[in-house]
């Protein structure tokens, strides 16, 4: 993007003056940072306009109650914004035993964490922010930084049950992050790569491409890792930072209007980013069931150019662009479906105790998380070779950079491109 605002946005306002433009100056990529940013931040914010009413309706749907139904309409599609507004016009107070710098900054740096870990995830092939060769490390390091502003919160706000919610919430944080990351090592080390993009193209073709069904070992994984994230953001059951049970709400009960409401565009952003990462590493990421993706676009382009009586191969760009968008929409729809599963969690089980969570926890999850781990690896190794439907080319890599590697026999059988996941 940095090359093309330069070449022709850049470019183009500068040779009136007769000055050209190399394709590497650094403005044309702060613009292309900047464009970015703003359309990532879309993700968590306008995500939380429509998690919030979502949450509503299906805990109503559950409870056997309608849920919003007076502003918007029937279906109260504006709930959530009039209550935004609300939020906005409320008055923001700082106690007086609170903290005067660090009060405020908590909500910003949980929003911050769960921003940033957009940036290395992949929305398609070639739509992503930074192009990451550890892109799943990058993603659960960040993610965990979110837990810092639970404890900056309950600390600075100068409360004791503040201060409970924050140490419970970091207690339950920490412990899960361990069988998560054993969870993810599990896809990571069948791929062989901790690219996200290069896991999501290793799955293309029929759904069963996708990790989840490669073999029983991985099946686990992926239940335990999705019983585990929602511990890891603070997800009921395993919402002990908020403590509604003791009356008050915990790491943030000292905090009123919009510094609120950031904590909970943070929280529903994590969970977004969660279930975008399990379809990426277990659900083929933007590819759907079928591989009926590419015949699509050029369907659709084949149409467009029609009356322009172009050939769709001199359309080639924009069928990539029709892909990578219907690819989007693919992944989107299954982060959406994990988070409202989220949802019908948190309404159907009651809340555990502290000693409960951290029970199953080291208990019971590591242990099964360790021990998927070690068979999908043993599955590698003495499966037959039929039995094993992914092809995994050879992958060489960088930290900054993927290299050329010869065609591995799998990638010759299928007419694949040197360094080029399966297809």
């Known amino acids: 993007m940095a090359e093309i605002i330069n070449t022709y946005l850049l470019g183009g306002l500068l040779r009136i003056f007769q000055v050209s433009v190399p394709s590497d100056f650094w403005l044309g990529f702060l613009l292309a940072a900047l464009v970015q940013c703003v359309l990532l931040i879309h993700v968590p914010a306008l995500g939380a306009l429509f998690f919030i009413w979502a949450e509503r309706k299906v805990a109503g749907r559950i409870q056997d109650r309608l849920g919003p139904t007076r502003v918007g309409g029937k279906f109260g599609w504006l709930q959530t914004l009039a209550d935004g507004i609300k939020l906005i016009a409320k008055e923001d107070i700082t106690p007086k035993n609170a903290d005067p710098v660090l009060f405020p900054l908590a909500p910003y740096i949980s929003f911050a964490a769960s921003f940033a870990g957009l940036l290395a995830l992949p929305f398609a092939a070639n739509w992503v922010g930074q192009y990451l060769n550890h892109a799943a490390f990058f993603v659960l390091a960040i993610l965990g930084l979110e837990v810092f502003g639970v404890i900056l919160a309950g600390y600075a706000s100068g409360s004791k049950w503040s201060l409970f919610g924050g140490m419970r919430e970091a207690a339950q944080v920490v412990s899960y992050e361990v069988p998560v990351a054993l969870c993810v090592l599990v896809p990571v080390m069948i791929c062989g790569t901790m690219n996200l993009v290069t896991i999501g193209e290793m799955q293309r073709g029929l759904f069963t491409n996708w990790l989840l069904f490669h073999d029983p070992f991985t099946f686990i994984a992926f239940w335990v890792y999705f019983a585990c994230v929602m511990a890891s953001v603070n997800r009921a059951p395993f919402d002990l930072a908020e403590a509604e049970s003791e009356l008050v709400a915990g790491f943030h009960t000292e905090y009123s209007g919009l510094r609120w409401s950031i904590f909970f565009m943070a929280e529903y952003g994590s969970m977004f980013i969660v279930s975008a990462l399990a379809a990426i590493l277990f659900f083929g990421g933007w590819n759907g069931p079928l591989p009926l993706g590419e015949p699509l676009a050029r369907g659709i382009v084949s149409i467009v150019a029609y009356p322009f009586g172009g050939n769709p191969d001199s359309w080639s760009w924009l069928t990539a662009?029709?892909?990578?968008?219907?690819?989007?929409?693919?992944?989107?729809?299954?982060?959406?479906?994990?988070?409202?599963?989220?949802?019908?969690?948190?309404?159907?089980?009651?809340?555990?105790?502290?000693?409960?969570?951290?029970?199953?926890?080291?208990?019971?999850?590591?242990?099964?998380?360790?021990?998927?781990?070690?068979?999908?690896?043993?599955?590698?190794?003495?499966?037959?070779?039929?039995l094993q439907s992914l092809r995994r080319p050879t992958i060489r890599e960088t930290w900054n950079q993927v290299l050329a590697a010869p065609q591995s026999d799998a990638a010759a059988a299928g007419n694949e491109s040197p360094g080029e996941p399966g297809r």
């Open 321 to 386: 662009y029709v892909t990578n968008l219907m690819g989007c929409l693919n992944l989107i729809f299954k982060s959406v479906v994990g988070v409202v599963v989220m949802m019908w969690v948190r309404w159907t089980l009651p809340r555990l105790r502290i000693d409960q969570v951290i029970t199953m926890c080291w208990k019971y999850c590591v242990p099964i998380a360790a021990f998927s781990f070690l068979g999908a690896m043993a599955f590698q190794v003495y499966a037959p070779r039929g």
